[in-house]
């Protein structure tokens, strides 16, 4: 053989040496990988949190219910530490790219998980947490039928039995809780309890099983009873004494946005940018409301707006409607591509969601075999609401925010998100994301489908003024996020009060007063709401970056199909899948 042939030779045996070495190191890593994943779902996210597990669709923690004894909370930041350690020492740099950046995002949600027990400490400061849970718990089990009722209620009757010493654990825990906290639990407390004592034996009606149905007629009377007593402490201790602070703080509040969303910008950049985001719709406001009545001003304009919504007994059939609409110029432009022809079921908001939230989407979990129902919870008007309770409330329904509503929750929407689940590329994705990606894109798609050119006299709207109005209606909405934006870092950075930003959506973010009350209240337990219109500003720029790159190829379709396979990853991850760079967000 020739030196020069023999050289050839002895090189392919080496290359072909080396990429089957990397292939098997490939193949390695990625075990391992898969398993430290398997031990994260196991060992501490559905361990500790049995509730998501269900919810998830994993059935075999159906009996258990979330432990918030001290002792349970230090076992789980020490095998929280224990993790973060095993994360943070895992090599991923002979992962796929796809892989890698899973890397990223659980060791952020470890952290996150972290600072939320150590430094933020709801089980400390939050007496909702340990009602809301309780509810939370049997709700899940009660709301789909993955299997038979018996089993079920069986289910049901496992998690009320732990409800007595949940609650009995809020005692040893609450040290100093915020005064607006414990005021938030006292408002939801009552429909917790009617929520047991009604909504939960209705769900359960058609059980057969003597021995179970008696178990549940003991278990649900004393969760209604200790339900009771804890309203009761609550009231007459807790509330005297409830002088914390809910803020926590410029340092916790970066952290808590670098951990979840992979965005490490100065918060008053940040602010800037929120700002700037505020002023550009409130012009847009003042702008489409002079076309609409150039003899008004704006607020006169939306005063006017506010008023023109459907009658409380009307409004879910007012969303069916809308989603007709909205479904069929999805198709017809070619927005997104919708898999399947499912619909969610409309409802009315359970009653522990109701006093920090109007609209919301429950979709069954990732992992769920049997029942795959999907809720889109509308809040509506309480039986003890007084006329002008319910008028306030109902402006909230204004013939404009009911297509943002229908555009952010459904179509295309959250709803939608859900139906792209079995394309998601990995199972952490199933399970762990970004804010600003799930809520980025279903508050994006409140704009975008206006700019596509839904609302238009004849596509969703019967004419001109009613076309004006939906504009309106998206831009309150826009306003409502950029609100948020502002009023989650400034009172949290302690520069802002609660009654200052109730103040500031009404005023600054054109809302009415029940929702600035509701918004100030949401935002002192989730203080980087800003996801909202953070994350629609990135996925703008993201589809604008890759229209220049892609030119005339460009398909609107396309990008929003490729951006849903991503799952719910921070932007910056999804920039890197859809551009192959990690060129800056905004």
Same mark, same amino acid.
């Given at each position: !053989?020739?030196?020069?042939?023999?050289?050839?030779?002895?090189?392919?045996?080496?290359?072909?040496?080396?990429?089957?070495?990397?292939?098997?190191?490939?193949?390695?890593?990625?075990?391992?990988?898969?398993?430290?994943?398997?031990?994260?779902?196991?060992?501490?996210?559905?361990?500790?949190?049995?509730?998501?597990?269900?919810?998830?669709?994993?059935?075999?923690?159906?009996?258990?219910?979330?432990?918030?004894?001290?002792?349970?909370?230090?076992?789980?930041?020490?095998?929280?530490?224990?993790?973060?350690?095993?994360?943070?020492?895992?090599?991923?740099?002979?992962?796929?790219?796809?892989?890698?950046?899973?890397?990223?995002?659980?060791?952020?949600?470890?952290?996150?998980?972290?600072?939320?027990?150590?430094?933020?400490?709801?089980?400390?400061?939050?007496?909702?947490?340990?009602?809301?849970?309780?509810?939370?718990?049997?709700?899940?089990?009660?709301?789909?039928?993955?299997?038979?009722?018996?089993?079920?209620?069986?289910?049901?009757?496992?998690? %009320?039995?732990?409800?007595?010493?949940?609650?009995?654990?809020?005692?040893?825990?609450?040290?100093?809780?915020?005064?607006?906290?414990? %005021?938030?639990?006292?408002?939801?407390?009552?429909?917790?309890?009617?929520?047991?004592?009604?909504?939960?034996?209705?769900?359960?009606?058609?059980?057969?099983?003597?021995?179970?149905?008696?178990?549940?007629?003991?278990?649900?009377?004393?969760?209604?009873?200790?339900?009771?007593?804890?309203?009761?402490?609550?009231?007459?201790?807790?509330?005297?004494?409830?002088?914390?602070?809910?803020?926590?703080?410029?340092?916790?509040?970066?952290?808590?946005?670098?951990?979840?969303? !992979?965005?490490?910008?100065?918060?008053?950049?940040?602010?800037?940018?929120?700002?700037?985001?505020?002023?550009?719709?409130?012009?847009?406001?003042?702008?489409?409301?002079?076309?609409?009545?150039?003899?008004?001003?704006?607020?006169?304009?939306?005063?006017?707006?506010?008023?023109?919504?459907?009658?409380?007994?009307?409004?879910?059939?007012?969303?069916?409607?809308?989603?007709?609409?909205?479904?069929?110029?999805?198709?017809?432009?070619?927005?997104?591509?919708?898999?399947?022809?499912?619909?969610?079921?409309?409802?009315?908001?359970?009653?522990?969601?109701?006093?920090?939230?109007?609209?919301?989407?429950?979709?069954?979990?990732?992992?769920?075999?049997?029942?795959?129902?999907?809720?889109?919870?509308?809040?509506?008007?309480?039986?003890?609401?007084?006329?002008?309770?319910?008028?306030?409330?109902?402006?909230?329904?204004?013939?404009?925010?009911?297509?943002?509503?229908?555009?952010?929750?459904?179509?295309?929407?959250?709803?939608?998100?859900?139906?792209?689940?079995?394309?998601?590329?990995?199972?952490?994705?199933?399970?762990?994301?970004?804010?600003?990606?799930?809520?980025?894109?279903?508050?994006?798609?409140?704009?975008?489908?206006?700019?596509?050119?839904?609302?238009?006299?004849?596509?969703?709207?019967?004419?001109?003024?009613?076309?004006?109005?939906?504009?309106?209606?998206?831009?309150?909405?826009?306003?409502?996020?950029?609100?948020?934006?502002?009023?989650?870092?400034? !009172?949290?950075?302690?520069?802002?009060?609660?009654?200052?930003?109730?103040?500031?959506?009404?005023?600054?973010?054109?809302?009415?007063?029940?929702?600035?009350?509701?918004?100030?209240?949401?935002?002192?337990?989730?203080?980087?709401?800003?996801?909202?219109?953070?994350?629609?500003?990135?996925?703008?720029?993201?589809?604008?970056?890759?229209?220049?790159?892609?030119?005339?190829?460009?398909?609107?379709?396309?990008?929003?199909?490729?951006?849903?396979?991503?799952?719910?990853?921070?932007?910056?991850?999804?920039?890197?899948? !859809?551009?192959?760079?990690?060129?800056?967000?905004?």
């Amino acid at each position: !053989m020739h030196t020069a042939l023999r050289i050839l030779v002895v090189l392919a045996t080496v290359i072909g040496s080396l990429v089957s070495s990397v292939a098997v190191g490939r193949a390695d890593a990625t075990a391992r990988w898969n398993l430290l994943v398997d031990d994260y779902l196991d060992q501490i996210l559905f361990r500790f949190n049995p509730t998501y597990g269900t919810s998830a669709g994993l059935h075999r923690y159906d009996s258990q219910l979330e432990d918030y004894s001290r002792a349970n909370i230090d076992k789980e930041i020490a095998a929280l530490e224990q993790f973060e350690q095993r994360v943070a020492s895992f090599d991923a740099s002979a992962l796929s790219a796809t892989d890698a950046a899973d890397h990223e995002m659980l060791l952020g949600a470890v952290r996150s998980s972290l600072l939320t027990l150590q430094t933020i400490r709801p089980w400390e400061k939050d007496p909702d947490t340990y009602s809301g849970t309780a509810s939370n718990g049997v709700y899940v089990i009660m709301i789909r039928r993955f299997a038979p009722t018996n089993d079920r209620l069986r289910s049901a009757v496992a998690r %009320e039995r732990q409800i007595p010493s949940l609650l009995s654990a809020a005692h040893q825990n609450l040290k100093n809780p915020p005064h607006i906290s414990t %005021e938030i639990a006292l408002e939801q407390l009552p429909g917790i309890i009617s929520f047991f004592e009604k909504d939960v034996p209705a769900a359960f009606a058609d059980a057969t099983d003597p021995s179970v149905k008696s178990d549940f007629a003991s278990s649900n009377a004393a969760a209604i009873a200790a339900l009771r007593d804890y309203q009761a402490w609550l009231k007459s201790d807790v509330l005297p004494r409830s002088n914390g602070d809910f803020r926590i703080g410029a340092e916790t509040f970066s952290k808590k946005l670098r951990y979840e969303e !992979m965005v490490d910008m100065p918060l008053d950049r940040l602010l800037e940018i929120g700002m700037a985001d505020l002023h550009k719709n409130q012009a847009e406001f003042e702008r489409v409301a002079k076309q609409v009545n150039p003899n008004k001003t704006a607020t006169e304009v939306l005063q006017e707006l506010e008023t023109i919504h459907p009658a409380p007994d009307k409004l879910l059939q007012a969303f069916r409607e809308t989603f007709d609409g909205l479904i069929a110029f999805i198709h017809t432009r070619h927005i997104v591509t919708i898999p399947g022809d499912s619909r969610p079921t409309l409802q009315e908001t359970p009653p522990f969601m109701r006093a920090t939230t109007l609209a919301s989407m429950d979709a069954p979990g990732p992992f769920e075999k049997v029942a795959k129902e999907a809720y889109f919870n509308v809040t509506l008007p309480g039986p003890n609401d007084t006329p002008e309770e319910i008028s306030e409330l109902m402006k909230s329904f204004n013939v404009g925010t009911l297509v943002s509503i229908s555009d952010h929750e459904a179509f295309p929407g959250h709803f939608v998100q859900f139906l792209y689940e079995p394309y998601v590329p990995t199972k952490l994705r199933k399970v762990v994301g970004a804010d600003t990606n799930a809520e980025g894109w279903a508050h994006y798609c409140e704009q975008m489908m206006l700019d596509e050119g839904y609302g238009q006299p004849g596509v969703g709207a019967k004419d001109l003024h009613e076309s004006l109005l939906i504009r309106l209606g998206q831009v309150q909405e826009a306003l409502l996020r950029d609100a948020r934006f502002v009023a989650g870092i400034r !009172m949290h950075r302690g520069d802002m009060s609660f009654e200052q930003a109730v103040d500031f959506f009404a005023k600054e973010g054109y809302q009415p007063k029940k929702s600035a009350e509701v918004e100030a209240k949401r935002g002192t337990s989730n203080p980087t709401y800003l996801y909202y219109t953070l994350g629609k500003l990135q996925i703008i720029k993201l589809r604008e970056d890759v229209r220049r790159k892609q030119g005339n190829d460009f398909s609107l379709e396309k990008f929003h199909d490729e951006f849903l396979k991503q799952g719910f990853p921070p932007i910056v991850i999804v920039r890197r899948a !859809m551009l192959g760079d990690s060129s800056p967000v905004l």
